[in-house]
């Protein structure tokens, strides 16, 4: 059987209908100085040692000295001595499919709050891509924090992906009521696939999502099903006239063949037949400039795990660029997937480039550089203040003691864990 991720519970939310609960904005947060720390500015910047970050309306005003930056009336400040700051992390794979986030128009405050921080800001995301549930619901929850109520993550969506003609995924099909199961996007035709777009597009998706290789059982086996070349450039086509990157979901090396015909911009995991990634690949993935968003945490209990590492490993030697993304809310242990930090590194890459996988990589390819990924006067007020130094110690990348969203501290480690 060829094992592939699940995320059934993505597509039984799409049955629900849901509105949006209006909420006023709270205003602008307090200012608040970060002072004493040490700050990576950017991957590769020298750090600034016993620096100060401060935050005004949402953004940051100014960085430097500590002893040059003082504090205005009525200012929150935190002494950040011994810790690192660097700019919001990105996780440019998650999924809000677990049932936590089911009805997120009407839940209450505090419990969508804490179940962000939970899945999500504890660990330092203030900005996530989720590449696969019920759009309705995942931007009834994300305009729930744009409006301010919710503290959270700036949120981008895929919406439903696009699968193959006759290839919904068995672990879909045997979980998700037929009628459901009924509504998803399988388009037979490049025309079919141009409307998914637009109408996924019009839904509210930021990015569009190709499931190129998925695996249905036939007389109890598990059969690969490929997405049609010419639908997959029709996709993608549209996706890009209509100003959206496009991630797929390749599965095998014939799913990034097909990605590379298609002209997509990400994959959205590593593949699971090591044995046929050659050299070859990976220079046409760097041609095409495709990026990578590894997931190694995913397949680190598979036989194909230390085919994967390799994987990324030889992208990574090549130049190619790295997104970071966990998978989460498909895995539901989220401790656990600290361990991608260390796994990542265990395949070659470097603090400083794990860094950019986090901060400026994703900011790059989403659009966001001018205003995400450096800790800069100007740019937005998304912090992430770590215990101990990440370039010399990767784990420290997990060891978030606070996370600021648009100036407002949104997670804050317990007093006693300090």
């Known amino acids: 059987m060829f094992p592939l991720p699940r995320f059934a ?42 620096g100060a970050v401060l935050l005004k309306d949402g953004r940051i005003a100014a960085v430097g000295p500590r002893d040059r930056i003082a504090a205005p009336a009525g200012a929150r400040v935190i002494d950040c001595s011994g810790d ?35 899945m999500l800001t504890r660990y330092g995301f203030t900005s996530v891509l989720d590449l696969g549930s019920d759009i309705s619901n995942t931007t009834a929850l994300r305009r729930r924090i744009d409006s301010g109520e919710v503290p959270g993550p700036r ?35 490049p025309e ?45 086509a549209e996706a890009h006239r209509l100003g959206k990157i496009v991630f797929v979901h390749p599965s095998t090396v014939e799913g990034v063949r097909l990605a590379l015909a298609a002209g997509v911009d990400v994959l959205g995991h590593t593949v699971e037949d090591p044995e046929n990634w050659t ?21 680190s209990r598979t036989k194909a795990f230390p085919g994967v590492v390799r994987e990324v490993k030889s992208f990574v030697q090549a130049g190619g ?46 659009g966001a550089a001018e205003h995400s990924g450096r800790v800069v006067a100007g740019a937005d007020g998304d912090l992430v203040v770590l215990k101990g130094d990440p370039m010399a110690d990767v784990a420290a990348f997990s060891r978030v003691r606070f996370t600021v969203r648009e100036g407002r501290v949104v997670f804050s480690e317990a007093p006693e864990a300090r």
């Open 9 to 50: 519970s993505a597509l039984a939310l799409f049955a629900s209908v849901l509105s949006c609960a209006s909420a006023a904005p709270t205003g602008s947060p307090e200012p608040l100085l970060l002072t004493g720390a040490r700050i990576v500015a950017a991957p590769g910047v020298e750090p600034l040692v016993g």
């Open 84 to 118: 690192t700051i660097v700019a919001g992390f990105w996780n440019c794979h998650v999924h809000f499919t677990e049932p936590q986030w089911t009805g997120a128009a009407s839940r209450p405050q505090a419990e969508l709050q804490r179940s962000l921080q939970a």
């Open 155 to 189: 949120i981008l969506t895929a919406g439903l992906p696009l699968y193959p003609t006759n290839g919904v995924p068995f672990y879909v099909t045997e979980t998700v009521p037929a009628d459901v199961v009924a509504l998803l996007p399988t388009p037979k035709t």
């Open 192 to 236: 079919e696939a141009v409307r998914a777009v637009q109408a996924n597009v019009a839904a509210g998706a930021d990015v569009v999502k190709l499931f190129l290789v998925t695996g249905v059982r036939r007389n109890g086996d598990i059969a690969l099903v490929s997405m049609a070349p010419e639908i997959a450039k029709a996709a993608a």
């Open 279 to 299: 050299e070859r690949t990976v220079a046409d993935l760097r041609k095409a400039h495709i990026a990578l968003v590894p997931t190694v945490t995913l397949f």
């Open 321 to 366: 660029e790295i997104l970071f993304g966990t998978d989460v809310g498909f895995l539901t242990d989220y401790q656990d997937l600290t361990r991608e930090y260390r796994l990542l590194a265990d395949g070659g890459i470097t603090p400083r480039q794990l860094l950019e996988s986090l901060t400026t990589a994703p900011a790059r390819r989403l």
